[in-house]
């Protein structure tokens, strides 16, 4: 299991605080750990890291770095969560971009999207069912291509 960490970086607090040449970075390793543990974690990393040299503690420098490891946590927990879901469902929808594109362009990309959602939903197919997977994508993306085409020109 790959082991996930989240950094704590101190923000720029005032004067006061912790100088900016004293900034520290600490990584907190988050495998087999509960929330409360993490969370204990980062509470006494922020307040290692918000500690001047005369050993006084900076409140303000504490809240804004626990706040800065939170959103960390939060981002490192969502990529797994997306990560996870990912790999469990199949690729239903890819968006392929026309910005700048001939036409030959776009339409060699609708079939390189076909070509990966339906080898994403048919892993264990065969191939003649994925060329017929393909083959549907493809005229499906095209039917969707020309009507988008047909309304942004009534649009106009």
Not at 127 to 149: E, F, H, N, P, Y
């Amino acid at each position: 299991m790959k082991k996930f960490a989240i950094l704590a970086a101190v923000a720029a607090v005032s004067a006061v605080a912790v100088p900016a040449s004293a900034a520290q970075l600490v990584r907190i390793s988050l495998a087999g750990k509960s929330t409360a543990q993490i969370d204990a974690e980062i509470r006494a990393a922020a307040q290692t890291v918000c500690t001047d040299r005369k050993a006084v503690v900076s409140n303000a420098c504490v809240i804004s770095t626990i706040g800065d490891a939170q959103r960390q946590l939060n981002g490192v927990i969502q990529t797994r969560t997306v990560k996870t879901a990912v790999r469990s469902e199949a690729v239903t929808v890819i968006r392929v971009s026309l910005k700048g594109k001939s036409a030959d362009q776009i339409n060699a990309d609708i079939k390189l999207a076909a070509e990966a959602v339906c080898k994403a939903a048919n892993s264990s197919g065969s191939r003649a069912d994925i060329r017929a997977c393909v083959g549907g994508t493809v005229r499906s993306a095209k039917a969707q291509l020309q009507a988008a085409t047909v309304s942004n020109r009534q649009d106009a």
